[in-house]
C-alpha cells in the first residue's frame, strides 16, 4: 500500500490530532527544521513520543532563508536595509535588516546582485558589501517577508554547506532520541549524499529531496546511493519553469522504477488546507503520480498549518485505497467505503 508521510507544525502538534491523523492513514511523521528551533524540536519530540510517534526530520539543508528581520509587512520601495549573515554580531535594531541562515553566502554576494524572499514578491537589490558579515541593499519592490521564507539571487546559484549548524544539532538529538530517518533538503550531488550517509550510518535511512535543477541532473546517481528520493515539487519551481516540473518528476518515477522508492511533496491537496472540499484537479494529479509509480504520498503544509489536516489525510487514504482497487481490475466501480464522519467531517463525508 502507498504511504502517507505527513509534517507536523501548528496545526497537528497536539495528542488527540496526532492520535486521529494515525487512525486516518499517516503511516511517518515528519518534523521540517526550516520551521523549528532547539526549544519547538524538543517540545516536538516530547508530543509525539508520547503517543508512540517516533518522527523523523527534515533539515534546512543548502538553502538561504529569512532567520530574522524587523521588516513590517507594509515596508515600501526604495527603503535602505542591512542584509546580515552572522547572528553572533550585534546589530542596530534601530536600523531595518534581514538576517539570513548560512553565514558562507556573503562571499558570493555582489553589487547589483537582485535578492528575492519567497514567492510573494519582496525583493531587494545590493549596493555594496560592508563588512564579511553584512551588505547595504536597497528594497526595489515591495511585499511580505516572513521569517524561514526561502531567498534566491536572480541569476546565480550559491554554493553552501549541506547542513546548517542547526541541522547538525538537529540530527544528533533525533538519532539520540531513535530516530531512523533523515530527509535531507535540496541534494544535488552523490557527494553530498555520501558525506551525510557518513554522518548519519548505517542504521538511519536518508530520504534525498531533489529540489534543484542540478539535483535533477544527477538524480541517477543519487538515486544509486540514498535510501528513498522525495521530490519537492514547490522548491524545484523556483529552479526550473512550473511547466517543466511535472516533466521532470515523471522522467524521475521512470529513472527510479526498481531502483527506489520515490515519494511526491508539496501541492497535494492545497484546496483543503483553507477549504473542507479537494479541487477535482488535485485527484487527477494524485491518481497520475500512483499510477506513474509514487511509492508516497507527502502531505506537508496540509498537515503542519492547514485548517483540515486529519480529513485531507482519512481522504488521501481513500484515494490510495481507490486505486489500489482499480488496479485490481475494479475500474473505478468496486465499492470503497468512505472514510468515517469524524475524520473527514461532514461536508467531505457527503460529497464523497
Known amino acids: 500500500m502507498t504511504a502517507i508521510i505527513v509534517t507536523v507544525g501548528p496545526k497537528s502538534i497536539n495528542p488527540n490530532t496526532l492520535r486521529n491523523l494515525i487512525e486516518a492513514g499517516a503511516e511517518s511523521f515528519r518534523i521540517n527544521l526550516s520551521h523549528s528551533n532547539k526549544k519547538n524540536l524538543h517540545e516536538y519530540f516530547e508530543i509525539l513520543n508520547s503517543v508512540g510517534i ?23 520601495s526604495g527603503q535602505k536595509i542591512k542584509l546580515l549573515f552572522n547572528k553572533e554580531k550585534s546589530y542596530d535594531e534601530k536600523g531595518l535588516y534581514i538576517l539570513l541562515n548560512h553565514p558562507e ?57 549541506t547542513l546548517t549548524e542547526f541541522d547538525k ?25 555520501k558525506s551525510l550517509k557518513n554522518l548519519i550510518g548505517d542504521n538511519v535511512s536518508l530520504i534525498s529531496k531533489i529540489e534543484t535543477a542540478l539535483g535533477v541532473s544527477n538524480v541517477n546517481e543519487i538515486i544509486e546511493l540514498s535510501d528513498k528520493i522525495l521530490l519537492d515539487r514547490g522548491d524545484l519551481s523556483r529552479e526550473i519553469t512550473i511547466p517543466s516540473v511535472p516533466i521532470a518528476v515523471f522522467n524521475i518515477l521512470k529513472l527510479a522504477q526498481n531502483k527506489s522508492e520515490v515519494l511526491i511533496a508539496t501541492n497535494v491537496l492545497d484546496s483543503m488546507m483553507h477549504s473542507n472540499l479537494p479541487s477535482r ?9 500512483l499510477a506513474a509509480g509514487a511509492s508516497g504520498i507527502v502531505l506537508a503544509a496540509e498537515v503542519a498549518i492547514g485548517n483540515n489536516p486529519v480529513s485531507s489525510t482519512a481522504f488521501l487514504k481513500y484515494l490510495i485505497k481507490l486505486f489500489h482497487n482499480y488496479e485490481n481490475g475494479f475500474h473505478g466501480i468496486g465499492r470503497i467505503d468512505k472514510p468515517p464522519r469524524h475524520l473527514i467531517g461532514e461536508e467531505l463525508y457527503n460529497w464523497l
Open 105 to 161: 553566502a556573503i562571499e558570493q554576494i555582489s553589487k547589483g546582485d537582485v535578492i528575492k524572499v519567497d514567492f510573494e514578491g519582496f525583493a531587494i537589490e545590493i549596493i555594496r558589501r560592508d563588512t564579511n558579515t553584512s551588505c547595504e541593499a536597497v528594497i526595489i519592490s515591495s511585499g511580505p517577508i516572513l521569517i524561514n521564507r526561502a531567498v534566491d539571487i536572480n541569476n546565480k546559484t550559491l554554493e553552501l554547506s
Open 169 to 193: 544539532y538537529a540530527i544528533d538529538f533525533a538519532i539520540s532520541r531513535g530516530s531512523k530517518e533523515v530527509y535531507a533538503s535540496f541534494i544535488s550531488t552523490a557527494s553530498q549524499v
Open 54 to 76: 517516533n518522527p523523523a526530520i527534515d533539515t534546512q539543508g543548502p538553502q538561504l532563508r529569512v532567520s530574522n528581520t524587523n521588516l513590517s509587512s507594509d515596508i515600501g
Open 281 to 289: 484537479a488535485e485527484i487527477s494529479d494524485i491518481f497520475n503520480h
